[in-house]
């Protein structure tokens, strides 16, 4: 079983930054070999993608972006601490949610199976 604790949540100004964390542990075998990326929720709303990165070739990666946060959002790995990160810039209101970490050995999707417990991000206007 996979397990996938998020931290580095809070409450933010907006035009400020926030880095979220994702340690991994459990029945992954080879971090460096699965999907990582994040999602967010509002209230009343489906999960949103927001990031995501799978290996390309080697220690090389791919990462896309929702279109909401090209730009101001990166994520990033350390495979060597099984952990994904996501870097928050210019941080909006809108952006307020719950952020969720999410892992799959193949391909990053709402359909995922693995999936932290959240981590609330707030941002005050």
């Known amino acids: 079983q996979v397990q996938l604790v998020e931290s580095g949540g809070g409450l933010v100004q907006a035009g400020g930054s926030l880095r979220l964390s994702c340690a991994a542990s459990?029945?992954?075998?080879?971090?460096?070999?699965?999907?990582m990326g994040w999602f967010r929720q509002v209230p009343g709303k489906e999960r949103e993608f927001v990031a995501r990165?799978?290996?390309?070739?080697?220690?090389?990666?791919?990462?896309d972006y929702a279109d909401s946060v090209k730009g101001r959002f990166t994520i990033s790995r350390d495979n060597s601490k099984n952990t994904v990160f996501l870097q928050m810039t210019s941080l909006k209101p809108e952006d307020t949610a719950v952020y969720y970490c999410?892992?799959?050995?193949?391909?990053?999707?709402?359909?995922?199976?693995?999936w932290g417990q959240g981590t609330q991000v707030t941002v005050s206007s």
């Open positions: 990165t799978r290996r390309k070739v080697g220690n090389s990666y791919y990462a």
């Open positions: 999410v892992a799959d050995p193949s391909v990053i999707s709402a359909r995922s199976v693995y």
């Open positions: 459990g029945g992954i075998v080879i971090f460096s070999s699965y999907a």
